[in-house]
């Protein structure tokens, strides 16, 4: 089971809250991006791209705190660029575990062995290290040699001294349901990480890699075949089971682009991290001034080869408190 009981009960409780109060619309993690400048030039992602004046630019610990309370979600990704480069990163994560938030903090682990001293394991931490594949692939994709073996030493080491890891891995069209169960089983056997997440690549506007995205139809056949042979069950996925059918194309489902709502140094983007259509001062302002309708599939071209976990791990977590079954397979992680 990829995902801690103590954070599946606190999501159940906050989903049962939310629809006692007949809220329709709210977050169930908050991607936190307390800076865009990175130590890696990875071509799948275009956050680098961004002048100057803006990579300088940091959210500070009382801006992350104040969008976090806000919006009120129990879980908060800080993501970016490189949060490790943030000079007040461990402040950041200090103050949003006072608040009782689940922080994962994403990572390409280039600096986490020498950063590591500032943290202590938390039943509410998780470092989540970027892990695209085996050494060769996984260098490839962020563009420098060397970066995996730092990664998988920095993983056992954060094992070694108690912390819980989590990985997340991108998979392009290069890849096959071949290379997909070697990253796993080696994530999951080799180095016993706490939990995986994955996820189709999506066709990120600022990327300066177009051409190697997966296509909704390319990517379910893909995990389809690779799930097989009881592989799904045995891997320790940080997913909910329903998100999982929808990777295989088991289960169709519409976008939550609300979900997974992004704060940023230019404040709350909307729709999603993924698409920039501006930004507003407050997550109330997001929720009641954007026209959600535009988005998803079928309704705005952009959409049409997504399946990312931003928009559809919400829709596929709210699905599941429509049926009791569906929850108590949520609850006991049966994939």
Not at 108 to 125: I, T
Request: hydrophobic share 35%; glycine share 6%.
């Amino acid at each position: 089971m990829g995902i801690p009981f103590r954070q599946n009960l606190a999501m159940s409780k906050y989903l049962m809250t939310q629809k006692f109060k007949g809220v329709k619309k709210y977050p169930l993690i908050v991607e936190l991006e307390p800076l865009f400048v990175c130590n890696l030039a990875c071509p799948g992602c275009g956050k680098i791209q961004y002048p100057t004046e803006i990579l300088r630019k940091r959210v500070s610990p009382e801006d992350a705190f104040a969008a976090v309370e806000e919006c009120g979600a129990p879980m908060v990704s800080l993501a970016g660029g490189e949060p490790l480069l943030h000079p007040q990163i461990e402040e950041i994560v200090q103050g949003l575990m006072a608040r009782k938030r689940f922080v994962y903090l994403c990572t390409n682990a280039v600096l986490l062995r020498r950063k590591m001293d500032k943290f202590k394991p938390s039943p509410y931490f998780s470092w989540v290290v970027h892990l695209d594949g085996l050494e060769e692939r996984h260098d490839k994709a962020v563009d420098r040699e060397g970066v995996f073996r730092e990664a998988v030493e920095a993983i056992r080491e954060a094992k070694r001294r108690g912390f819980r890891v989590t990985t997340n891995s991108t998979f392009f069209s290069t890849d096959s349901p071949k290379t997909v169960r070697e990253v796993l089983d080696f994530l999951n056997d080799d180095l016993k990480v706490d939990a995986m997440m994955i996820s189709p690549a999506y066709a990120y506007e600022k990327a300066p890699d177009q051409d190697h995205y997966l296509g909704v139809t390319q990517a379910q056949e893909m995990f389809s075949k690779a799930f097989g042979e009881g592989h799904r069950k045995r891997w320790r996925l940080n997913h909910t089971p329903l998100f999982l059918d929808f990777l295989e194309g088991k289960e169709d489902y519409q976008c939550t682009p609300w979900g997974i709502p992004s704060y940023s140094v230019f404040g709350w983007q909307r729709p999603c991290y993924l698409m920039s259509d501006g930004y507003t001062e407050t997550y109330k302002e997001l929720l009641e001034t954007t026209d959600w309708s535009k988005y998803g599939r079928g309704n705005d071209p952009r959409c049409d080869n997504c399946m990312a976990h931003c928009g559809y791990e919400p829709t596929a977590v709210l699905a599941t408190t429509k049926s009791l079954r569906q929850s108590l397979r949520a609850a006991v992680g049966t994939h």
